[in-house]
Each structure stands twice: as structure tokens, then as C-alpha cells.
């Protein structure tokens, strides 16, 4: 139980339609904040490709042309950064990752997924499959800006926003489930926001 | 770009606050006693958490002021429409208490063997992690050549002023004052571009490590113009707050 601050007073209250829908320590903004390690990547898009690897398969590989041919889902979702902004209803646009697996045939425990700039994060293939992940090229009904992952991004909304890789090029499948990019400096291996997985040993 | 593993538990604890000084009308740097803490890199952060009388939990994250080895300090804007920064700004005072924890965060730091030459780019708030890369060079007498460039609205938003108008040697500190400036100012008066950076940033051919922090339109701007005058990404640090990114 965490002591009471002296003087402290509750400024912000969420309307009732949103109860249940923040998760501890989170607050709902209605901006979308950057958050990134390095500078904007800009691909250009002739030179941008998708790639699902390892599993023990050849690498299956798309060009932006075909990619934006699979068939795509709009989603409407929440999602919550570890530095504690929620943002409800996001409307995306992309393809699920069930169908990118499912095409590419591979299969395995664990994904690292590998972006532009060189940043990495982990995730549990059990999280990327049944409907819950994507990898989204459309924000709010246009092509997904560069400084909020375009030309595409991993969309992982159950869990902390950082597992959702910005500039997201490939998933690597991998029977080991190795620390990515924050996982490496401390953050969460799984990040679910509802039990508050900030940090390593939350 | 992999990190020092950091895998020891954080846990939240309660500090006693030392100090409340105020830097600028909105802006004051609180100095906590942390009984446990374990030490932390220059450009790290804390997160802090409040708690009211009927339980309710606000938790935002700051960045830590102090070099390594100096107590933990947090520099705090009040954003009006905020939560937690008008407490911490207005109310909060020596002798409360303070939960937090950390140190969190890993790639935004900078310790000697970094080297440089180092190229600290703020915008407003955005100089605190840059002010403990200062403090921290200048602890460990480093001689590494730093350059801060520093954007503020007026002369009167300049955080840490006194400390940034008598630098460690080796150390240049650039202001530009983007919306006023005091009759007979000499300095930059304008947004931080590729131009401006063109006159100040040192030449990419020095392999320069660039830290920019700040607001994500001034982050944007910035990173991307030192990528296109040739500095690697990899050698181009970014930190970005939104709006309310640190309310």
C-alpha cells in the first residue's frame, strides 16, 4: 500500500464508458506521443520489404506491393505505453499476423521482431496469433506516419506499446525467448499492462 | 546496441524530499534523500508515483538531473493541464515525502568511455538528462569536447542558467530563444533547423554522439537533419516527450 502524498488531489477522471478500460498507472491521452531510441527511419518503399524467417523454413519474403495485396483487417483497439499514456479507441488498418504465418508456414514458441534502426523486441508466438496482432500500414484511415512506425508496424495491443516494433521488417521465429531491444535494458520480457509488467521482475 | 543487462527487481520507496529550488517560474529541481539506491548513468530516469487519500495512483516518468554519485534530483515543468506536474511544481516541499522508482532506461546515457566529441541538442525540458551528461563529464574530468545547443521560448524559460553560463572547460553552450529576446541579445533567435544546425553541430567527419531530447516536433526536426548531414543513427540518441508525455 503506497502512503498517501500530502496535498495530492485526483485532477483527472475518466467518463464511465471508459471504466475498465485503463489499465493501473496508465491515463488516457488524446494526442499520440513519439516515443523512439534514434531518428525517424524513412524506407522508401520500393526497397521495403516484409520477411517471416527461421522455424527451420526458408525465409518467406514480401515486396510492398504484395504485402498491401494480402488480404487486411481494420481494427479498432487500446493501447498503453510503459511511460504510462493510454490512447482508446486507435482505429488501424493491416494484416494479421495469423494470416503472414499462416502463408509463410513456419512455426515456433517465440518471435524477435527485427525493424529499421536496428531495434528488436521479444514476444511469445501464442501472443502474435488468434486475432491479436498485426502488422499495420494504415492509421486512422491513412498511410501510417514515419514517426509512428511507417511505412509499417507491429500492432500488439494487449501488451505494453514498445512490443509493438515501429518499422517492424521482419519476425524471426525462434525456439529461445531472447531479450530484445528495452528488454535488454531492463524492461519486461512480456509486458502485459494490466499486471503492470513495466519492468524486469514486475 | 545491446545493453547492460538490468535484471534486479525495481521496487517502489518512499524518499524524504531535501530540497524544492526553483529554476524558472514553471520549473523547479526536487532533491530526494533515497535511502536505498543503487546508483544510476548519466541520462537515466525515475518514475514516480502519487497516491490520494482514497487510493487513487498517478504514476509519470522523469528524468534524473544529477550525474552519477550526486543525490537523485528531478527538474519538473508544470504543465497547467497536468496531474502530477503542478503537484510537484506547486506543492510538494522539503520534508514530504516521495515515492519513486528506478533508475529505468539504458540507451539514452552517456559515461566517459562514450567518448565523443558529444553534441547535446535540448529543447526546453529536454536539457535535464543532457544537464547530468554535463555534470557527470565534468565529475569524472573528462576532457571529451561537448557542445550543447539548447532551444528555449524566452530567457526566461532557460533551466539550470547560472550552471550553463559558467561551463566546465571544454564545454560550449549555444542558446537560441525562439519567441523573445532581451533587448541586445546576441545569440540565436530562431527554431532549431538543418541551417542552424549546419553552423553549430560538429562536422559529421568528427564522429560525433549526438543526444537530442525534447519535444517530438523538436526531436523530429533535429535527428533528422544530423542524419542527412552524415551522422550514423546509431550515433544519434533520441528522447521525445508529446504534449503530456510528462505531465
Redesign the interface.
Known sequence: MSPVSRGFHRRRQEPAENAGRVPPGQYVTHDFPVLSAGPTPHTRLDNWTFSIAGGGQQTKTWTWAEFRALPSQDVTVDIHCVTKWSKLDTAWQGVSVDTLLDLAGHDGPFAMAHCDGGYTTNLPVADLTGGRAWVAYGYDGRPLEPEHGGPARLLVPHLYFWKSAKWVRSLELRDTNDPGFWENYGYHMYGDPWREQRYAGD | ??????????S?Q?APVSAVVPETPSVRTITLDVPDWPGHQAGQHV?I??????G??????YSIASAPGEPVAITVERLDD??VS??LTD??RAG????LRGP?????VWAPPDGGPLLLLAGGSGIVPLRAILRHRQRTGSAVPARLLYSSRTLADVIYHAELDRPADGVEVIHTLTRQQPPGWTGYARRVDAGLLGEVAWPAAMMPLAYVCGP?SF??TV??A??QSGYP??R???E??????G?
Do not use: N
Not at chain 2, 546496441?1 to 525495481?10: D, V
Not at chain 2, 508515483?49 to 482514497?54: A, Y
Not at chain 2, 514530504?96 to 515515492?99: F, N, P, S, T
Open positions: 546496441m545491446a545493453g547492460t543487462a538490468l535484471r534486479r527487481r525495481l517502489w518512499v518514475d508515483r502519487l497516491t490520494d487519500e482514497d487513487y495512483v498517478a504514476e509519470r516518468s497536468g496531474e503542478p503537484y506543492e510538494l514530504d515525502d516521495l515515492e529505468i532506461g539504458g540507451y539514452f517530438t526531436v523530429e535527428s533528422q544530423l542524419v543513427p546509431e544519434v540518441k533520441t521525445r516527450f508529446g504534449a503530456t508525455g505531465s
